[in-house]
């Protein structure tokens, strides 16, 4: 099976992707709901899980030991791959930084990389073999290796390659080239360019492989409206460490508060507000690991935030309303479904006994 992950996939992209469209007209094919936040998404593919059950919402949670962290990213990935934890990232440049840490060491194919078991797992234990090329990550079974270039051309190469040396029963192939929208946006002839180029990798992959799955992680939509809610919670004078700490996204404000009076004066900011709204955990299966949770309205970037970030197009909104997509060749039918019922769906047609998860297979 070829499990191809097209980063950033906006349904609207369809229009523009001749083969794709084709692809999902014929087989199996539909709107995908995924889990509500950033690092939550692959966790819940790759488990058949809510974030409740593996708990991870975004990559930074709060560190209750408020410890000083290297901001030098070259330092600290290099100290995770001399400990062979291989989800590298980059760290954050604030000064509120020592009050995080990061939810993930292990990249998805690694041993334990989750609490739950995840799909990669699952694969060994039914001792299927498979290779996964997830950017800067080569994975044979378990057997990792880096690569540097991370380009629709050079992954196209790789896929090939080690499709044609190692014969996999399941290979994960990761294309990141559309999250240049966030930069150029969605209607830019940048990402028209890097459509065509998927489209085409896609097209070379189908000829492959019967078994074949196509999915994207999230959406992406244009930022219609900047708000600077930093402005508004500086104006509470609460005190950052001593009364509250909150982490500031783009799209998502976490909170975690220290007093019963923090609370309270941050709640009816919040709610005062008409720019967001504070979510319900249970309506989104989340875990408890903050105290309350400001999502902004479809189309708001909270500016500043933490990481800086000021985008054209982004993703992170409600994902009730943010869908992508997803497309099972040889399957047929129209059918809107939700990230967690994809594992279910790839153990049925592997013809792997399905452990008890939330998902359910498509089949
Ligand atoms: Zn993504």
Redesign the pocket.
């Known amino acids: 099976m070829i499990f191809i992950f097209i980063?950033?996939f906006k349904p609207e992209y369809l229009e523009k992707t001749v083969f794709l469209r084709e692809l999902a007209e014929n087989n199996l094919s539909g709107s995908l709901e995924v889990t509500f936040g950033f690092t939550s998404i692959i966790p819940s593919l790759l488990t058949g899980c809510y974030p409740d059950t593996h708990r991870k919402i975004d990559l930074f949670d709060i560190d209750n030991e408020a410890k000083k962290k290297s901001k030098s990213k070259y330092l600290v990935n290099l100290k995770l791959l001399m400990k062979n934890n291989r989800f590298f990232f980059t760290p954050l440049n604030s000064n509120y930084y020592k009050y995080f840490k990061i939810s993930q060491d292990k990249a998805w194919p690694q041993k334990n990389s989750l609490s739950v078991k995840n799909l990669f797992d699952i694969l060994e234990e039914n001792n299927k073999t498979f290779v996964s090329i997830d950017w800067p990550n080569i994975f044979v079974s378990r057997k990792p290796k880096l690569f540097f270039k991370n380009d629709c051309k050079t992954i196209l190469g790789l896929t090939k390659k080690l499709l044609n040396e190692k014969k996999p029963d399941f290979l994960f192939v990761h294309f990141m080239d559309l999250e240049i929208a966030h930069k150029h946006g969605t209607l830019s002839n940048e990402l028209k360019e890097k459509l065509t180029e998927i489209d085409n990798a896609v097209k070379e992959l189908s000829n492959l492989d019967n078994d074949l799955i196509i999915f994207s992680?999230?959406s992406m939509d244009e930022v219609r409206e900047k708000f600077n809610l930093l402005e508004k919670i500086d104006a509470l004078n609460l005190k950052f460490g001593k009364d509250f700490v909150y982490f500031l996204g783009s799209t998502i404000a976490r909170f975690w508060f220290k007093s019963e009076e923090a609370k309270k004066s941050v709640e009816g900011l919040l709610r005062s507000l008409e720019e967001g709204r504070i979510i319900n955990f249970k309506e989104y299966n989340l875990p408890k690991t903050c105290d309350l949770i400001f999502l902004a309205n479809f189309g708001t970037f909270f500016y500043p935030n933490l990481f800086n970030s000021d985008y054209k197009a982004m993703h992170g909104w409600d994902p009730k309303i943010q869908k992508t997509i997803y497309v099972i060749k040889n399957l047929k039918g129209k059918k809107d479904t939700h990230i967690i019922n994809l594992l279910p769906t790839i153990l049925d047609i592997l013809k792997i006994k399905k452990p008890k998860i939330d998902g359910k297979s498509l089949l």
Request: net charge negative; no cysteine; hydrophobic share 25%.
């Open positions: 980063d950033a992680d999230h």
